[in-house]
């Protein structure tokens, strides 16, 4: 298959493009993204919310590319087996691209590892994403804004799983730019818009792509089987993932 722009080898499918209109179609959506919903400007300084995986990785190499002041944060929340070799591998890439990179963890903040609190019985994800959200608005203190790596399929299965739960609430502020409240930084989602396999594809592409490893405690989370139901459901109908997402914008947005 030929892209469609060029005699090259296509890289994709739909739309059939080539290495180079790819990154180029890529980057451009994201690009519009953030000016359509107005995430920041080149003044802004933006801190990217980074995990290691192949999302925000492929973010902070996107906006370090057209943004000024550009900074990253993780937090090592202290799983063993998953987070030491995610973690070595954002701090060479910062290293690389010249990126200053803020660690927090949680055993420095709480004085208990994430694996520590799971003898509490508590549901990991439960526990992590409210830690990890403190830690990260604490982070941003110095910054305009924090930047998260969500994909599309990200947002779709967050409005199933806000709906399933009945969480309005979370429903009406899941949107692609939160703005700042009290000690909490403006939030913005460049990548939104864009598919999971698109973003998957950028990454290999700009040779992003982290070793394969998966949290522990990824198997037991609700967003787990709601992303493989809508998996199931994209492959019979093709374009659900887009309308639901786009749906709940026309609703909250
Ligand atoms: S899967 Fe759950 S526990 Fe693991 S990093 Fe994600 S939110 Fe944290």
Same mark, same amino acid.
């Given at each position: ?46 801190? %990217? ?138 939030? %913005? ?65």
């Amino acid at each position: 298959m030929e892209c469609r722009n060029c005699n090259a080898k296509a890289v994709m499918a739909n739309p059939s493009l080539c290495r180079k209109h790819f990154i180029s179609y890529f980057e451009k959506k994201v690009l519009a993204t953030i000016r359509t919903f107005c995430l920041f400007s080149k003044k802004d300084r933006i801190c %990217v919310a980074v995990s290691g995986g192949k999302d925000s990785m492929s973010l902070l190499f996107l906006l370090r590319k057209y943004f000024i002041h550009v900074s990253a944060a993780v937090v090592d929340e202290g799983i063993f087996g998953y987070r030491e070799h995610t973690l070595s591998h954002v701090k060479k890439k910062c290293a690389e691209w010249n990126v200053s990179l803020h660690v927090v963890s949680f055993k420095e903040m709480t004085g208990k590892t994430l694996d520590e609190h799971m003898l509490l019985k508590e549901h990991p994800c439960t526990v992590c994403g409210k830690l990890r959200r403190e830690m990260l608005n604490a982070c941003v203190k110095d910054h305009d804004v924090l930047a998260l790596g969500h994909n599309l399929d990200d947002e779709a299965q967050t409005v199933l799983m806000n709906l399933f739960a009945c969480k309005d609430d979370l429903a009406k502020a899941q949107l692609p730019r939160s703005e700042s409240r009290g000690q909490f930084a403006r939030r %913005v989602k460049p990548f939104c818009m864009m598919k999971e396999k698109e973003v998957m594809l950028y990454a290999v592409l700009n040779s992003l792509a982290p070793p394969f490893v998966e949290c522990p405690y990824m198997r037991k989370s609700l967003r787990n089987d709601v992303r493989d139901a809508l998996n199931e459901f994209e492959k019979d109908h093709p374009g659900t993932k887009v309308n639901v997402f786009a749906r709940h914008l026309a609703i909250y947005g």
